[in-house]
């Protein structure tokens, strides 16, 4: 089946570091894919990360991908409040050609 | 560079009426995607075109369609349209439409059905 999970907010403090984290079912997802998506706007690419990687670090962006556990995280360092968003996970459907999203996880950066 | 285009922004219509969205992918991609989102849940995909080519279709009504042009740009049509169609309308572009592909969204249609 296909199904991708993720809690549905967090706070934080402005220069802590955030983690979002990521469940996903689909045996046979190849890429996972963390967007952005800020209010009224549509999503912003962030970052992605093959199956066979264990962790893929851009700037102030890592993430973390266990595969046995089909678990994934996205943990950005000194969060701004600029980072204030709704973060979305999703994995790439090798079988349907689509991209399967989570819920998302509202994030709160508090000065 | 351009980015993934869409249009229009923003557009209310009233039940029963058609709808239809434009995007243009970015400049040298041939896979355009449709996804839909409503509000407080993630994008919901509805149907994937490479090189004019249906290549993927989501679980949505046949009063959704679709088609891509020569040139790859894409539109979605909407037939009959109910309230339950009021969304953000996300067109997503790539190389060839593959999971290893960067994947690009737009700014997305916001409909309104009334």
């Known amino acids: 089946g296909e199904d991708v999970e993720q809690s549905l907010f967090l706070s934080v403090r402005e220069g802590d570091s955030s983690v979002i984290n990521c469940t996903y079912t689909?045996?046979?997802?190849?890429?996972l894919y963390w967007y952005k998506q800020e209010p009224g706007a549509g999503l912003q690419l962030l970052t992605y990360i093959f199956s066979n990687m264990d962790m893929k670090q851009d700037q102030r962006l890592t993430v973390l991908l266990n595969k046995k556990d089909k678990h994934l995280s996205l943990r950005i360092a000194d969060t701004q409040t600029g980072d204030s968003a709704i973060y979305f996970c999703a994995e790439w459907n090798t079988g349907f050609q689509k991209l399967v999203f989570g819920t998302g996880t509202r994030l709160l950066v508090s000065p | 560079d351009a980015g993934v285009t869409q249009s229009p922004t923003h557009l209310i219509k009233t039940r029963g009426q058609h709808v239809t969205l434009r995007c243009s992918p970015i400049?040298?991609?041939?896979?355009v995607s449709w996804y839909q989102q409503v509000l407080g849940q993630g994008p919901q995909f509805i149907f994937q075109?490479?090189?004019?080519?249906?290549?993927g279709r989501g679980n949505f009504p046949d009063r959704f369609s679709a088609r891509q042009f020569p040139n790859y740009s894409s539109e979605l049509n909407v037939n009959a349209l109910l309230l339950g169609d009021s969304a953000l309308y996300l067109c997503?572009?790539?190389?060839?439409?593959?999971?290893?592909?960067?994947?690009?969204f737009g700014e997305g249609s916001w409909l309104t059905v009334v």
């Open positions: 997503a572009s790539s190389t060839a439409g593959q999971g290893m592909d960067t994947i690009y």
């Open positions: 075109y490479y090189e004019k080519e249906e290549r």
């Open positions: 689909d045996s046979s997802s190849t890429y």
């Open positions: 400049s040298g991609h041939k896979s």
